[in-house]
């Protein structure tokens, strides 16, 4: 025997009761949705389609139940969304009765902006110019995001309310100290508050509370036979005919299935057999990747979060 | 090895029939290069919670900026931002996650430089235990003191005493029984329920994930295992009832409900409530959620209460069990910890927020500062960043509120900058201050200040007309008892009263009772220059006299009210007798009797006698006064 020994295997696929900690979950995160309806003027809920946005929506809903929410939701669409994200957006929006902004960049969409000739300035364009432009053009003084803190080391350290200034920069040294749960949301005009409602939260506990409360998620996060070309070690799947194929790339039938969802061109696939939900969280617990893995935007350097959330990157 | 394994293994036995375990929240701390960082990296990898992408980056990361040779610098997995890893230090509070097969953790890793007592306790506000870092050759060191004593002052109860880089000191026993002794003897008094001293090696994992064969005579459980098994109580559950309105719920008007977090106890449908500070109780008809309404919630739980009646209640409020309600004050004693580089200065006005209630307040004195490292109290002028003081507050209205250590949800509180909106410092109330005795003549010159601008709302002249025993004096009694309560500043003048002082010379003639409304409308006016919410009660039975007390004012100031009851029903009720009398010829000029009472044509508000209480009457005025936005 010696000390290194890792946690024995034989545990690594059973779980801890999960009712107890996701009940103090759900009930946290209400609280902390319920503080922002009560002291911010004027509060959106950043919606992503993701299963993140799935189970942030549904808690926005718990929160004032029987009420409906009182604030609109708001899309930044880069117009390189899955066509199943769009459709699943469009039916969230009109099953619960909800006020939806779609917002787009439309003067880079008019220059032509692609994620596959432009790369990174695709990014800051279509996602944080636009959602930076969005922010300002409604004078949003509350955006909800479904970010979490165990996604990425950066985000460990980010408030549940997190500042920007009037400019809308994240300043690591400006952020105000959270004490019990007592969160200070009072800004000045034109600053604003991005809150983190699942900030606690866990990938796994995301994945079992979707499973507990049978929350509707996108198909795209279930495995299905899907035309794919694999680039750079990443399975793209060829969502429409903008896809540009590189000589020799012939899309093949695959059995894929995404655990993070993007823009269709920057978002890679794993193959996957799961289809129900406790196969996807059988096969999250025996994973040994991390899920922002797939999102070729991430990896660009050690750094690339910190560098594009200071700028307003969500 | 498999025999060890095997030990460790929890016995299936021992699983049944325990209630599963809720997410553990523990803080870390430690002085510098004690090794935090490096124990929740060991943590997550032993746990293979460190995946193949990560381990990449790690061993790449290693190379470049490691401090451990040819090994894994584990510590690199958990510091975070590019500036401190340049600095090679952490500098703000981190949450990591973990899970093993019988718990899920939450990490709170704070630094243990000197300047950042700030960040330790925000960790420890929101944890249940405190894993104390020591390296093993430099034993207890004036930052674990501070450490130890930051956390029992912020509720910690169980503390984990990790005596780290034992393989340093050749895994003397010796040495870890000093240590743990002296931090023992030197955490007294604290108030701490479990302390376990476990020996370790965050570098090489020895007894941080399974018992190591380095230390045959530490027979304790190894750190993990610890954590994994460890209950912390709760307690919040046994206390009595209490929730903070944070909403009101209205989606329509045939539902208003009050959601909120239930901060401590339990409620089911029957239970008793008052609302705190004004006082109104109700009781609890239904407990709603989207899942279906409850038969009962408790500590912690998001919910929506529906109560069996209408009453004024409003975010900030506290809906606490009726029997034994939370205390009510202005005043305060409370331990502070300063958070920002601008001093606290006693005297200046800031916003302290507890529960979901933000009222005006003012540090009226310092009574001490209290060095963190020796425990000893100083005199002290004004708290700088990361001091931690005992202070006096006032505050502009009363808050419901419980001692921290009865309650953090509604003990712990925070300052907030009204200028900047920073958050500056927070509190942990520890009693109220009776005024009689604790308010010394410095305190009243400030409380004069405070005076002059404390006026959280706008003057106004509810103006109550009526028939004599119509109710007027009844109602606005209540009225103004319902906004005291709530710390608005009041005056009643009632026309009975005045006439025994400033009306005396007059009679029941017509022009005497003009007069007698003209005098009256005049000092309501004074009152209300004052900043006064004023409650007028007068007969004031002529259109034109009443007409004239509202032009005395501004616009929206006066605010006619109204109470109706028929002469029959006065007659029936005559709490003066003074119908009688009036039947009987003894008085003259009696309104309703034998002299005319002019109707409000358009009052602000119509209280029909007749369909409600009293109680509910007064309600009722105080929601329009809210409406009006004469107070928030």
Same mark, same amino acid.
Request: charged letters at 25%.
């Given at each position: 025997? =010696?000390?290194?020994?890792?946690?024995?295997?034989?545990?690594?696929?059973?779980?801890?009761?999960?009712?107890?900690?996701?009940?103090?979950?759900?009930?946290?995160?209400?609280?902390?949705?319920?503080?922002?309806?009560?002291?911010?003027? =004027?509060?959106?809920?950043?919606?992503?389609?993701?299963?993140?946005?799935?189970?942030?929506?549904?808690?926005?809903?718990?929160?004032?139940?029987?009420?409906?929410?009182?604030?609109?939701?708001?899309?930044?669409?880069?117009?390189?969304?899955?066509?199943?994200?769009?459709?699943?957006?469009?039916?969230?929006?009109?099953?619960?009765?909800?006020?939806?902004?779609?917002?787009?960049?439309?003067?880079?969409?008019?220059?032509?902006?692609?994620?596959?000739?432009?790369?990174?300035?695709?990014?800051?364009?279509?996602?944080? !110019?636009?959602?930076?432009?969005?922010?300002?053009?409604?004078?949003?003084?509350?955006?909800?995001?479904?970010?979490?803190?165990?996604?990425?080391?950066?985000?460990?350290?980010?408030?549940?309310?997190?500042?920007?200034?009037?400019?809308?920069?994240?300043?690591?040294?400006?952020?105000?100290?959270?004490?019990?749960?007592?969160?200070?949301? &009072?800004?000045?005009?034109?600053?604003?508050? &991005?809150?983190?409602?699942?900030?606690?939260?866990?990938?796994?506990?995301?994945?079992?509370?979707?499973?507990?409360?049978?929350?509707?998620?996108?198909?795209?996060?279930?495995?299905?036979?899907?035309?794919?070309?694999? &680039?750079?070690?990443?399975?793209?799947?060829?969502?429409?005919?903008?896809?540009?194929?590189?000589?020799?790339?012939?899309?093949? !039938?695959?059995?894929?299935?995404?655990?993070?969802?993007?823009?269709?061109?920057?978002?890679?696939?794993?193959?996957?057999?799961?289809?129900?939900?406790?196969?996807?969280?059988?096969?999250?617990?025996?994973?040994?990747?991390?899920?922002?893995?797939?999102?070729?935007?991430?990896?660009?350097?050690?750094?690339?979060?910190?560098?594009?959330?200071?700028?307003?990157?969500? | 090895?498999?025999?060890?394994?095997?030990?460790?293994?929890?016995?299936?036995?021992? +699983?049944?029939?325990?209630?599963? /375990?809720?997410?553990?929240?523990?803080?870390? $701390?430690?002085?510098?290069?004690?090794?935090?960082?490096?124990?929740? %990296?060991?943590?997550?990898?032993?746990?293979?919670?460190?995946?193949?992408?990560?381990?990449?980056?790690?061993?790449?990361?290693?190379?470049?900026?490691?401090?451990?040779?040819?090994?894994?610098?584990?510590?690199?997995?958990?510091?975070?931002?590019?500036?401190?890893?340049?600095?090679?230090?952490?500098?703000?509070?981190?949450?990591?996650?973990?899970?093993?097969?019988?718990?899920?953790?939450?990490?709170?890793?704070?630094?243990?430089?000197?300047?950042?007592?700030?960040?330790?306790?925000?960790?420890?506000?929101?944890?249940?235990?405190?894993?104390?870092?020591?390296?093993?050759?430099?034993?207890?060191?004036?930052?674990?003191?501070?450490?130890?004593?930051?956390?029992?002052?912020?509720?910690?109860?169980?503390?984990?005493?990790?005596?780290?880089?034992?393989?340093?000191?050749?895994?003397?026993?010796? +040495?870890?029984?000093?240590?743990?002794?002296?931090?023992?003897? $030197?955490?007294?008094?604290?108030?701490?329920?479990?302390?376990?001293?476990?020996?370790?090696?965050?570098?090489?994992?020895?007894?941080?994930?399974?018992?190591?064969?380095?230390?045959?005579?530490?027979?304790?459980?190894?750190?993990?295992?610890?954590?994994?098994?460890?209950?912390?109580?709760?307690?919040?559950?046994?206390?009595?009832?209490?929730?903070?309105?944070?909403?009101?719920?209205?989606?329509?008007?045939?539902?208003?409900?009050?959601?909120?977090?239930?901060?401590?106890?339990?409620?089911?449908? %029957?239970?008793?409530?008052?609302?705190?500070?004004?006082?109104?109780?109700?009781?609890?008809?239904?407990?709603?959620?989207?899942?279906?309404?409850?038969?009962?919630?408790?500590?912690?739980?998001?919910?929506?209460?529906?109560?069996?009646?209408?009453?004024?209640?409003?975010?900030?409020?506290?809906?606490?069990?009726?029997?034994?309600?939370?205390?009510?004050?202005?005043?305060?004693?409370?331990?502070?910890?300063?958070?920002?580089?601008?001093?606290?200065?006693?005297?200046?006005?800031?916003?302290?927020?507890?529960?979901?209630?933000?009222?005006?307040?003012?540090?009226?004195?310092?009574?001490?500062?209290?060095?963190?490292?020796?425990?000893?109290?100083?005199?002290?002028?004004? /708290?700088?960043?990361?001091?931690?003081?005992?202070?006096?507050?006032?505050?502009?209205?009363?808050?419901?509120?419980?001692?921290?250590?009865?309650?953090?949800?509604?003990?712990?509180?925070?300052?907030?900058?009204?200028?900047?909106?920073?958050?500056?410092?927070?509190?942990?109330?520890?009693?109220?201050?009776?005024?009689?005795?604790?308010?010394?003549?410095?305190?009243?010159?400030?409380?004069?200040?405070?005076?002059?601008?404390?006026?959280?709302?706008?003057?106004?002249?509810?103006?109550?007309?009526?028939?004599?025993?119509?109710?007027?004096?009844?109602?606005?009694?209540?009225?103004?008892?319902?906004?005291?309560?709530?710390?608005?500043?009041?005056?009643?003048?009632?026309?009975?009263?005045?006439?025994?002082?400033?009306?005396?010379?007059?009679?029941?003639?017509?022009?005497?009772?003009?007069?007698?409304?003209?005098?009256?409308?005049?000092?309501?006016?004074?009152?209300?220059?004052?900043?006064?919410?004023?409650?007028?009660?007068?007969?004031?039975?002529?259109?034109?006299?009443?007409?004239?007390?509202?032009?005395?004012?501004?616009?929206?100031?006066?605010?006619?009210?109204?109470?109706?009851?028929?002469?029959?029903? $006065?007659?029936?009720?005559?709490?003066?007798?003074?119908?009688?009398?009036?039947?009987?010829?003894?008085?003259?000029?009696?309104?309703?009797?034998?002299?005319?009472?002019?109707?409000?044509?358009?009052?602000?508000?119509?209280?029909?006698?007749?369909?409600?209480?009293?109680?509910?009457?007064?309600?009722?005025?105080?929601?329009?006064?809210?409406? +009006?936005?004469?107070?928030?």
């Amino acid at each position: 025997m =010696n000390a290194l020994a890792p946690y024995p295997d034989a545990l690594a696929v059973t779980l801890p009761s999960a009712t107890a900690h996701l009940r103090q979950l759900e009930a946290e995160s209400i609280h902390i949705i319920r503080e922002v309806a009560a002291e911010c003027r =004027n509060p959106v809920f950043l919606y992503s389609i993701g299963k993140d946005s799935s189970v942030l929506l549904h808690l926005i809903r718990k929160a004032f139940y029987p009420s409906r929410p009182p604030f609109p939701l708001l899309h930044i669409d880069t117009g390189w969304k899955f066509r199943e994200m769009i459709a699943f957006r469009d039916e969230t929006v009109r099953r619960y009765g909800l006020d939806l902004i779609v917002h787009t960049n439309e003067e880079a969409r008019a220059q032509g902006i692609n994620p596959f000739d432009h790369g990174s300035f695709y990014t800051h364009a279509m996602k944080t !110019e636009a959602l930076k432009a969005a922010l300002r053009h409604h004078a949003f003084d509350a955006a909800f995001g479904g970010a979490r803190r165990d996604e990425e080391k950066s985000r460990a350290k980010e408030r549940i309310f997190s500042f920007r200034t009037a400019a809308q920069q994240w300043e690591p040294k400006d952020q105000r100290p959270e004490f019990w749960h007592l969160y200070n949301g &009072r800004v000045a005009p034109g600053e604003s508050m &991005r809150v983190f409602p699942l900030s606690n939260w866990t990938e796994l506990d995301v994945w079992q509370y979707i499973q507990s409360e049978d929350i509707p998620i996108v198909p795209l996060y279930r495995a299905a036979p899907r035309p794919v070309v694999e &680039r750079d070690g990443n399975l793209i799947v060829v969502d429409d005919g903008r896809m540009r194929l590189h000589p020799g790339e012939v899309p093949e !039938e695959r059995m894929v299935r995404f655990r993070s969802l993007g823009c269709y061109p920057l978002t890679g696939a794993i193959e996957s057999a799961a289809r129900t939900l406790p196969e996807i969280v059988g096969e999250m617990l025996a994973t040994r990747t991390s899920e922002r893995g797939t999102r070729l935007i991430d990896k660009d350097e050690a750094n690339s979060m910190e560098h594009k959330k200071r700028e307003g990157y969500f | 090895m498999d025999q060890l394994v095997q030990s460790f293994l929890p016995d299936p036995s021992q +699983r049944q029939g325990t209630a599963p /375990l809720g997410r553990l929240r523990f803080l870390t $701390c430690g002085s510098v290069d004690d090794g935090k960082s490096t124990l929740i %990296g060991r943590l997550l990898y032993d746990t293979r919670l460190i995946l193949d992408d990560q381990l990449a980056t790690l061993e790449r990361e290693s190379r470049r900026h490691g401090t451990t040779g040819a090994d894994m610098d584990l510590a690199l997995l958990v510091d975070g931002l590019e500036a401190e890893r340049q600095q090679g230090i952490t500098i703000d509070v981190a949450y990591r996650f973990m899970t093993t097969p019988r718990r899920s953790f939450m990490v709170a890793d704070t630094p243990g430089h000197e300047q950042y007592t700030r960040n330790m306790a925000t960790g420890a506000s929101n944890a249940d235990l405190a894993v104390m870092l020591v390296d093993a050759r430099k034993g207890i060191l004036t930052q674990t003191r501070r450490h130890a004593f930051i956390a029992g002052l912020m509720g910690i109860r169980h503390v984990v005493l990790a005596v780290n880089k034992i393989d340093l000191v050749e895994f003397s026993q010796e +040495r870890f029984d000093a240590i743990a002794a002296e931090f023992r003897a $030197c955490t007294e008094g604290l108030d701490f329920s479990t302390l376990q001293a476990i020996p370790i090696s965050a570098r090489h994992g020895d007894n941080v994930i399974t018992p190591s064969i380095n230390t045959p005579w530490y027979n304790g459980p190894s750190l993990l295992s610890y954590l994994e098994n460890i209950v912390v109580e709760q307690e919040t559950l046994a206390r009595p009832f209490r929730m903070p309105v944070q909403w009101v719920n209205r989606p329509d008007l045939d539902f208003r409900g009050y959601s909120g977090t239930v901060a401590s106890g339990r409620v089911q449908p %029957g239970d008793h409530v008052v609302v705190q500070p004004s006082g109104a109780a109700a009781e609890i008809r239904k407990i709603v959620t989207m899942d279906g309404t409850l038969p009962s919630a408790g500590a912690g739980d998001s919910v929506t209460l529906v109560l069996d009646r209408e009453i004024d209640a409003s975010r900030g409020d506290v809906l606490a069990a009726a029997d034994t309600p939370v205390r009510v004050a202005d005043a305060l004693s409370a331990r502070l910890i300063w958070l920002h580089d601008t001093p606290l200065m006693a005297g200046r006005e800031y916003l302290v927020k507890l529960g979901t209630r933000s009222v005006p307040g003012t540090v009226s004195r310092i009574r001490h500062r209290i060095d963190v490292n020796t425990r000893e109290a100083e005199h002290a002028e004004s /708290l700088g960043l990361n001091d931690l003081g005992s202070v006096e507050l006032h505050l502009q209205a009363p808050i419901a509120f419980e001692p921290y250590a009865d309650s953090r949800e509604l003990g712990g509180f925070i300052l907030i900058d009204r200028l900047t909106n920073a958050t500056v410092g927070v509190g942990m109330i520890e009693a109220e201050l009776h005024r009689a005795t604790s308010i010394t003549w410095q305190e009243l010159d400030v409380d004069r200040v405070a005076r002059g601008r404390l006026n959280q709302q706008r003057p106004a002249v509810l103006w109550f007309t009526g028939l004599s025993g119509a109710g007027k004096s009844t109602i606005a009694n209540l009225v103004e008892r319902r906004l005291h309560a709530l710390g608005r500043h009041t005056y009643v003048l009632d026309g009975d009263n005045l006439r025994h002082g400033l009306n005396r010379d007059l009679g029941f003639s017509e022009a005497d009772r003009a007069e007698n409304v003209r005098r009256a409308s005049e000092v309501a006016a004074l009152f209300a220059d004052a900043g006064l919410i004023v409650i007028a009660s007068l007969i004031s039975p002529y259109r034109a006299e009443r007409a004239r007390a509202r032009a005395r004012l501004p616009e929206g100031e006066f605010i006619e009210v109204f109470v109706d009851a028929s002469v029959d029903e $006065c007659r029936r009720r005559d709490p003066k007798g003074l119908y009688q009398k009036a039947d009987a010829g003894l008085l003259r000029g009696f309104t309703g009797v034998d002299a005319p009472y002019e109707a409000p044509e358009a009052p602000e508000l119509h209280l029909r006698t007749a369909d409600a209480s009293p109680e509910e009457l007064a309600e009722h005025v105080v929601a329009e006064l809210r409406g +009006r936005g004469i107070f928030g």
